[in-house]
């Protein structure tokens, strides 16, 4: 249908001068020129982009939706007028604020700069321009008129270093032959303008914010007659101007928005955030494009709309008169040409840069770059990992100092928050070169506090860590209580500090200060990590929660293999008992694979075994008995073991299996002549080991006393100790 026909003017004369003035008007036709759109991103859409890149879109590089907004502006120079924001909800929210408009967009971020080189872009545009042809003519852009401003853009993301490249494209249909201004630039009158800035703001409540940028106008006469009869013309405006204003959607157009209204009170507008006196935005270039193919029109009068609320009475709104020349076909067959690739700063067709770490707060860079490698992790290796677990898991580390440095600094690198010190060592000459928290001013004047030095090392390394450190002796087995109000304060800041969090590592430098932690941490169910050093040799293994209905069984915890409760190891040491004497790489290996897993290494032979070793009945540290005594008075069961060093082997049973051992080692030939003696010897050992059950359960403490008291008893434990060398159970730590 001819609608310019169909709406044309009711009177003839009229329709005859509007015809008249046509051509004497092109004659005196000017180039139109548009201002282009010029991108404006927000710094917190980098960190969404940064974000959704990380956790969701991770290598799919398929073209996200994303919301632009423009609005006219009054106070800023015309060249930084015409800005298409972007801002930091682009990706998730569709609001759009008030006297702002709508823009559709895409936003193709891909995986690598190769990738970005390597875009088809001239594709890329014609494919965004596709979608505005493609609504223009099926009408849906009548739905969505935001199409018109539409806009895409192909960015990669350097998520390492912060940079992100990108390259805006608004793409603007051409039309053939071009519009072109034929009379002057004219304005609204401030009174005009103030009632239209009342019309369009209440006719944008009652519709879709996508058809706020672009919408009819028309002028409604009133008779004068009517005016002065009508009692129900109660606005001044009207009765002073003449005439009300009528705000419609571009598909009025069709359903005859514009009948019977003079041509000259008939206006096309959209919301022109150009300040250029007679030069119209960007979007005009595709909504000339509709009026031609939707409206059939030749002559059209364009408001640009330029009006704010807030400065309504100024009325900086533009009207242009425009024309094109006379084709026979005013429909368009084919998609137009397309253009609108921005340009940069410097004028050319050249993509953009911008450097978030110059924005940033350090402290927020670290933030970032710290989840950085976890969060990569997630996009082809482990796509299952829960970090925001990992994260929020709080790890107590009972040792300060070669282990417990390594630890805290795989555990900044796994993204633990949350990392507490417990040590009552100060920082010694030895330390720095082994222990990494530590550095040589920290060894003055006597020596800093570990525990306490170690949490602001962390907090140099990574401000946004809750480190935090306590002076604190962990009571032991074999070891005097001295002050009994003493350690009971410190047994009771270590229960407190033990409820309080997720996970006990145990990396002290001594058996029987693994002890106590060991069975607090199965009294409450808490994950414990144990990592203990031999000279080339280590054990890491994990236990201490509790049975459950899909696990009734639990794995043995340190001590499930002794069959002697842990004594004073430091008493009557010579100095290279008395350090940490171990090959310097085992710590670190050691320290990792606690974090990591759990694991039995080997360095002489470079073998690593995993040992699944469960829960022995009699353990000093985890059997039931031992953990029901302490479960019902902690401190009464610490002080009653503190005292009577038989306490815990009775009430473990750890003392009725030695004295069956030693009862069943009397029924044993020990005879020491001839070959056939030292065979019946061994046989003797192997039958005593198969009836009594013992062997998954001996540790290296078999040889100390009390068989050091027997010659028997001392050959029976060594060869239980070639055992249990064997069976892998924890090598003895050298302190």
């Keep these: 249908m001819d609608w310019a026909r169909h709406y044309s003017l009711s009177s003839p004369e009229e329709q005859c001068q509007s015809k008249q003035l046509a051509p004497g008007s092109r004659a005196l036709a000017m180039d139109l020129k548009f201002v282009p759109f010029s991108s404006e991103i ?3 859409f980098y960190a969404a982009l940064f974000a959704s890149k990380l956790d969701t879109d991770k290598l799919d590089d398929s073209s996200r939706p ?8 009054a106070t800023v120079e015309p060249a930084s007028g015409t800005r298409l924001q972007i801002h930091g909800n682009a990706l998730t929210s569709h609001h759009v604020p008030l006297g702002m408009s709508r823009a559709e967009g895409f936003i193709k971020n891909v995986n690598t700069v190769e990738d970005f080189k390597n875009t088809d872009k001239p594709a890329m545009l014609n494919k965004a321009a596709q979608q505005i042809w493609d609504a223009i003519q099926d009408g849906t852009i009548y739905s969505v008129p935001s199409l018109l401003s539409s806009f895409t853009v192909l960015s990669y993301a350097d998520l390492k270093k912060y940079r992100f490249t990108y390259w805006f494209a608004f793409p603007a249909l051409h039309s053939d032959p071009q519009w072109k201004r034929i009379g002057p630039v004219s304005r609204l009158s401030p009174q005009e303008s103030t ?6 703001g209440t006719w944008r409540y009652t ?3 996508r058809e706020h940028g672009f919408f009819l106008v028309k002028k409604v006469r009133i008779d004068p007659e009517d005016i002065a009869t009508a009692s129900s013309i109660t606005d001044d405006n009207v009765v002073e101007l003449g005439f009300k204003w009528a705000v419609g ?6 359903k005859g928005f514009f009948k019977e209204i003079l041509e000259k009170d008939r206006y096309i507008a959209f919301v022109d955030p150009s300040n250029y006196e007679g030069n119209p935005s960007w979007p005009l270039r595709n909504l000339l494009v509709l009026i031609r193919q939707r409206y059939r029109l030749d002559t059209v009068q364009i408001l640009c709309y330029r009006d704010m609320h807030a400065k ?9 008169q425009l024309a094109m020349d006379k084709v026979e076909n005013m429909s368009i067959l084919k998609m137009p040409k397309v253009t609108g690739w921005e340009r940069n700063t410097n004028g050319d067709l050249k993509a953009r840069i911008a450097n978030l770490a110059e924005y940033m707060d350090p402290s927020s860079l670290a933030d970032q770059a710290v989840d950085l490698n976890l969060k990569l992790m997630k996009w082809r290796i482990s796509p299952s990992l ?3 677990m990992i994260k929020g898991t709080k790890c107590l580390l009972l040792g300060a100092g070669t282990l417990g440095s ?3 600094r795989n555990l900044m690198g796994w993204g633990v928050r949350k990392i507490t010190f417990v040590d009552y060592g100060s920082v010694s000459f030895s330390n720095p070169v082994r222990q990494p928290l530590f550095e040589f001013g920290d060894c003055l004047n006597g020596g800093k506090p570990k525990a306490l030095q170690a949490a602001e090392a962390l907090k140099k390394i990574y401000p946004g860590v809750d480190a935090e450190g306590h002076v604190l002796s962990v009571p032991m087995l074999g070891h005097p209580m001295i002050d009994e109000v003493k350690t009971r304060a410190e047994f009771a800041k270590l229960q407190k500090l033990v409820e309080a969090h997720d996970v006990i590592f145990l990396l002290m430098d001594s058996r029987e200060s693994r002890w106590l932690p060991t069975v607090m941490g199965k009294a409450t169910g808490k994950i414990l990590i144990n990592a203990a050093l031999g000279f080339d040799t280590y054990v890491v293994m994990r236990h201490g929660q509790a049975p459950t209905d899909e696990a009734p069984e639990t794995v043995g915890c340190y001590f499930c293999n002794d069959v002697v409760i842990a004594g004073n190891s430091m008493k009557d040491q010579t100095l290279d008992q008395q350090c940490t004497v171990t090959r310097p790489g085992v710590a670190a290996i050691a320290s990792a694979l606690a974090v990591e897993l759990l694991i039995r290494g080997f360095l002489e032979t470079f073998q690593n075994m995993l040992i699944n070793g469960k829960a022995y009945p009699q353990c000093s540290g985890c059997s039931e008995p031992v953990v029901a005594a302490y479960a019902h008075d902690p401190w009464g069961f610490l002080k009653e073991a503190l005292e009577n060093r038989n306490y815990v082997a009775e009430l473990s049973g750890l003392a009725e299996v030695q004295r069956k051992a030693e009862a069943a080692a009397e029924e044993v030939d020990w005879s020491d002549d001839g070959a056939d003696g030292e065979a019946n010897e061994v046989e003797g050992e192997r039958s005593l080991l198969h009836r009594s059950r013992l062997a998954p359960t001996l540790s290296a403490d078999a040889y100390l006393p009390p068989y050091r008291s027997s010659r028997k008893m001392a050959r029976l434990a060594g060869y239980l100790f070639y055992v249990d060398v064997l069976l892998l159970s924890p090598p003895l730590e050298r302190t």
């Design 66 to 73: 994303v919301i632009g907004l423009y609005e006219p502006r």
């Design 42 to 44: 927000e710094l917190p």
């Design 249 to 254: 959607s571009l598909r009025d157009f069709e």
């Design 195 to 200: 009632t239209l800035v009342e019309k369009v």
């Design 406 to 408: 390594y630890v805290s």
């Design 386 to 388: 829960n970090l925001d």
């Design 207 to 209: 519709i879709d914010n």
């Design 312 to 320: 309504r009475h100024e009325a900086r709104s533009i009207i242009l």
